[in-house]
């Protein structure tokens, strides 16, 4: 996380800039590696900051279910402790923010789960989507915003509502970022079908398919939108 560069420069002058750097990155480090829940005030701030504007889609349909509670568990971590929105999407959409804003991570879930019956069907993206968009994207929640879509991209739709719709989004969120956990696979190539219609749209594509790999998510969320070579280094 901090700045490269040659050696060739005053060590000493340089040293107090490099160790306020340094001590920044183990502090977002840290950040990243602790449970939501474990947060001291201070750290909360940090995050709120992190994902100030920051909306969440989360694909529940049955091809995402390997994954489905440990995204919601990073839904409800966002929403609690920085006021993110949620929303879950299969068939249709669901907003989830109300629900997920509890401090108590089962009770949230539970909430959750009992707020649609909309798990482990079918994958509606563009219709979803285009719901999120006419409902509360226009009315200005995305304007201005951070959208991450977790999603596999397998739909149910075709490819063009697909690109029509991402394309609306794209028109009111500052940065779109897609994480796809099946993007790890060695043999991976999202050149068909959903996911290739809405990549065109999208400015940071990574996996999130573990732990660690939230980090990339995060690093996602923190960068600038007008980076020309990051969509095609996420790939």
Known sequence: MAPGGDDSGDTDTDAPERETILVTAADEERLHQMSFTELAPDEVAQMRRL???????CD???SMEPYTRVYLSLLQGAVAGAEAEAFIFSTGLTRLTRQLA??????????????????AGGTRLAESIRHFTDAWGRRGLARGAVVVIISDGWA????????????????????IIWVNPRKVALDYQPVVGGMAAA???VDAFVSGHSYAALAEVAAAIRADRSDPHENTRAR
Do not use: K
Request: proline share 6%; aromatic share 6%; glycine share 2%.
């Open 51 to 57: 994902v100030r504007r920051l909306i969440l889609l």
């Open 60 to 62: 529940v349909s049955g």
């Open 102 to 119: 509890v401090r108590d991570p089962d009770q949230a879930l539970a909430r959750a789960a009992a707020s649609t019956q909309d798990w």
């Open 156 to 175: 149910l739709d075709d490819p063009e509502s697909v690109h029509a719709q991402m394309a609306r989004l794209r028109r009111l969120a500052y940065r």
């Open 199 to 201: 990549l065109p749209f």
